[in-house]
């Protein structure tokens, strides 16, 4: 990985996104805020939180019930699990999707910035086989791309929450910060 070609990505990636929020008719902005609307916060681009890993599929696709932002219960497989280590302390996260044939995966979680740095209900990072998927066969865990759930910028939505066992003991200072 060349790490300045990887750092331009990141940022045309989120300058994307915020033309996406400023102009787009499907922004999760409010109407009435999209004039204030300056941008999103996010950390500086940070290589130690980019992880080439393994999934460890589980043996039984279990179905887990998630509950969302307005009450309303989600189901989804949990598929595998990552294993890797920040600053010293080893991490896991489940992976899920939304049904058998799904090509991506979704990863909510929680650090120790959530509710003071970052969204407080967590954030995202969906993993698409596509895009990050190495021929090595290892998933591209890249914590510079988290993202906020849309109910972080209006309670029009509703987003699931992040389950506990994907809550980390860590601080994750990369990808998105809290909205303002």
Same mark, same amino acid.
């Given at each position: 990985?060349?790490?300045?070609?990887?750092?331009?990505?990141?940022?045309?990636?989120?300058?994307?996104?915020?033309?996406?929020?400023?102009?787009? *008719?499907?922004?999760?902005?409010? /109407?009435?805020?999209?004039?204030?609307?300056? !941008?999103?916060?996010?950390? *500086?681009?940070?290589?130690?939180?980019?992880?080439?890993?393994?999934? /460890?599929?589980?043996?039984?696709?279990?179905?887990?019930?998630?509950?969302? +932002?307005?009450?309303?219960?989600?189901?989804?497989?949990?598929? @595998?699990? /990552?294993? /890797?280590?920040?600053? $010293?302390?080893? $991490?896991?996260? =489940?992976?899920?999707?939304?049904?058998?044939?799904?090509?991506?995966?979704?990863?909510?979680?929680?650090?120790?910035?959530? @509710? +003071?740095?970052?969204? !407080?209900? @967590?954030?995202?990072?969906?993993?698409?086989?596509?895009?990050?998927?190495?021929?090595? !066969? =290892? %998933?591209?865990?890249?914590?510079?791309?988290?993202?906020? *759930? %849309? $109910?972080?910028?209006?309670?029009?939505?509703?987003?699931?929450? +992040?389950?506990?066992?994907? %809550?980390?003991?860590?601080?994750?200072?990369? @990808?998105?910060?809290?909205?303002?």
């Amino acid at each position: 990985m060349d790490v300045e070609e990887w750092r331009r990505q990141i940022e045309e990636e989120r300058k994307g996104k915020h033309k996406f929020f400023k102009w787009s *008719p499907q922004s999760p902005i409010p /109407f009435e805020q999209l004039e204030a609307f300056k !941008g999103l916060n996010y950390y *500086p681009p940070e290589p130690k939180y980019r992880f080439e890993l393994k999934l /460890f599929e589980h043996s039984e696709m279990e179905i887990v019930e998630i509950e969302d +932002t307005k009450a309303n219960l989600r189901k989804l497989i949990r598929w @595998g699990e /990552f294993a /890797f280590n920040v600053d $010293c302390v080893d $991490c896991r996260l =489940q992976a899920y999707k939304s049904d058998m044939k799904e090509e991506r995966l979704f990863v909510p979680f929680k650090d120790l910035s959530s @509710g +003071t740095e970052t969204y !407080g209900a @967590g954030r995202y990072l969906d993993l698409d086989s596509r895009k990050d998927f190495t021929s090595e !066969g =290892q %998933w591209v865990l890249d914590f510079n791309k988290a993202y906020n *759930p %849309w $109910c972080a910028y209006s309670k029009h939505y509703a987003c699931p929450f +992040t389950p506990p066992e994907n %809550w980390l003991e860590v601080y994750i200072r990369a @990808g998105e910060k809290s909205y303002k």
